[in-house]
């Protein structure tokens, strides 16, 4: 493109920048709200919260999108909890988790964040992650980068899983026999001499900090479409991998992946790991 020439608009811009845009705008209700009293419910479990701050958020973020793109299809928490179909067809699709680390919010806790990722033909085109309470954006468009702020990101070139930090979450699943898996599956990763093991609270924070460089490995079971869509986008466009616990590629709907800066760290992950049946999104 010469110098002065007419901007290259590029398919999906429009969409991106209204991403940035109702992240940010997000990102700053739910910052306001951290402080004040919370109106607290549960919903699959006693672990599984959520406020009256996630659904206005939620209705925030896509009644914004929806005026800008009323042709296009959502796939959101608090709407898929309240029995919306959980369903990525090939059209246009926003799929949102309004407050990733819900129980973080509840709490006090400052790892919250914004999910928005965006997929067309049922491929990831781009995601926003806000940390609201660090003024972090993370975002990736496919093909193009990853970046938080203004930084470019590039995930861990590590390949021994003896050196290796790993994130996970523990989900809200609390069942015996799950946590017994669950607990299991971090022995493992212990027994072969990882650094660490974390758990943060905000699974798309996490894999955000992978995107980063600042650890090695996440894995989970039991995690959603929403908490995975942007992330994904970014790790990828970080030089990372995204995966499913069986090696195989990602299902955004299976409910479970691992990701690492490296296809070897990745494969050794999964074959640690024993898995824990968790239903998939799609699935009623
Ligand atoms: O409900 P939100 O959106 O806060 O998402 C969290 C899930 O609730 C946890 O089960 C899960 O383990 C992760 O922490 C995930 O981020
Ligand atoms: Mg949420
Ligand atoms: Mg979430």
Known sequence: MEAGGP??????????????QVAQRAGQVIRKAFTEEKHVSTKTSAADLVTETDCLVEHLIISELRKQFPSHRFISEEATAAG???????????????????????????????????????????????????ERLYMARRGRGAFCNTQRLCASRETDL????????????????????????????????????????????????????????YYQFGLHCWDLAAATVIIREAGG?????????????ARRVVAAGTQKMATLIAQALQPISCGQDDQA
Do not use: Y
Request: proline share 4%; aromatic share 6%; hydrophobic share 45%.
């Open 241 to 253: 991998i995204v995966m499913d616990t069986t090696g195989g590629p990602l299902n955004l709907m």
């Open 84 to 134: 919306a179909k959980c369903e990525l067809t090939s059209s246009p699709t926003w799929v949102i988790d309004p407050i990733d680390g819900t129980c973080n919010f509840v709490h006090g806790f400052p790892n919250v964040a914004v999910s928005i990722g965006f997929a067309v033909h049922q491929e990831l085109e781009f995601g926003v992650v806000h940390h609201c309470m660090e």
């Open 162 to 217: 003896s050196k290796a930090l790993i994130l996970t979450e523990i989900g809200s699943k609390r069942d015996p026999a799950t946590l017994k898996l669950l607990l299991s599956n971090m022995e493992q990763l212990l027994l072969a001499k990882a650094h660490g093991v974390r758990v943060i609270g905000s699974s798309t924070l996490a894999l955000c900090h992978l995107a980063a460089g600042a650890a090695d490995a």
């Open 7 to 20: 901007a290259v608009v590029s398919q999906w811009d429009e969409c991106f920048q209204a991403a940035v």
